[in-house]
């Protein structure tokens, strides 16, 4: 994928940038008239002011979190990681939880997260009587051990 095609759903949005060059993700902008605080559980649905358009149905956006937003503040994204579908044209917003006991103050225009584009492959689905057998079988979470 070469272009990503990017529309300003709110007049003060700020494009996605590179940070370096040779980083990965984008950086999206909290796109917010004023500051919001967040105090250790909360949540808050963050606009970025932008859509996006990915032409290629192989290619999906990932929204992840700031790598220091998360150790230095505890600002995590509430589903991990964020997929945006390659037919969506909806706002992107990000979703992020307070984890730890200090509260974070996101100030408007403010980097609060990052978006990789990446290919996705979707199999075709097959509906089987019986699947493999494998060492590890239907064993749950902690099945395999620590070491």
Same mark, same amino acid.
């Given at each position: 994928?070469?272009?990503?095609?990017?529309?300003?759903?709110?007049? +003060?949005?700020?494009?996605?940038?590179?940070?370096?060059?040779?980083?990965?993700?984008? %950086?999206?902008?909290?796109?917010?008239?004023?500051?919001?605080?967040? +105090? =250790?559980?909360?949540?808050?649905?963050?606009?970025?002011?932008?859509?996006?358009?990915? %032409?290629?149905?192989?290619?999906?956006?990932?929204?992840?979190?700031?790598?220091?937003?998360?150790?230095?503040?505890?600002?995590?994204?509430? +589903?991990?990681?964020?997929?945006?579908?390659?037919?969506?044209?909806?706002?992107?917003?990000?979703?992020?939880?307070?984890?730890?006991?200090?509260?974070?103050?996101?100030?408007?225009?403010?980097?609060?997260?990052?978006?990789?584009?990446?290919?996705?492959?979707?199999?075709?689905?097959?509906?089987?009587?019986?699947?493999?057998?494998? %060492?590890?079988?239907?064993?749950?979470?902690?099945?395999?051990?620590? =070491?």
């Amino acid at each position: 994928m070469e272009v990503l095609k990017v529309k300003k759903v709110r007049e +003060n949005a700020k494009l996605p940038t590179r940070a370096t060059e040779g980083s990965a993700g984008l %950086d999206l902008y909290a796109c917010i008239d004023e500051p919001i605080t967040l +105090n =250790k559980g909360d949540k808050a649905l963050i606009p970025t002011g932008i859509a996006i358009g990915l %032409d290629d149905p192989h290619y999906a956006a990932f929204i992840h979190s700031r790598s220091g937003l998360a150790i230095k503040h505890g600002l995590a994204l509430l +589903n991990s990681v964020g997929v945006v579908d390659s037919d969506y044209r909806g706002e992107v917003c990000v979703g992020i939880v307070k984890l730890t006991e200090e509260p974070y103050t996101i100030q408007p225009f403010e980097r609060i997260a990052q978006m990789v584009i990446k290919p996705v492959e979707l199999p075709e689905i097959v509906e089987v009587e019986e699947l493999d057998e494998t %060492d590890r079988g239907a064993g749950g979470f902690g099945s395999t051990g620590k =070491k």
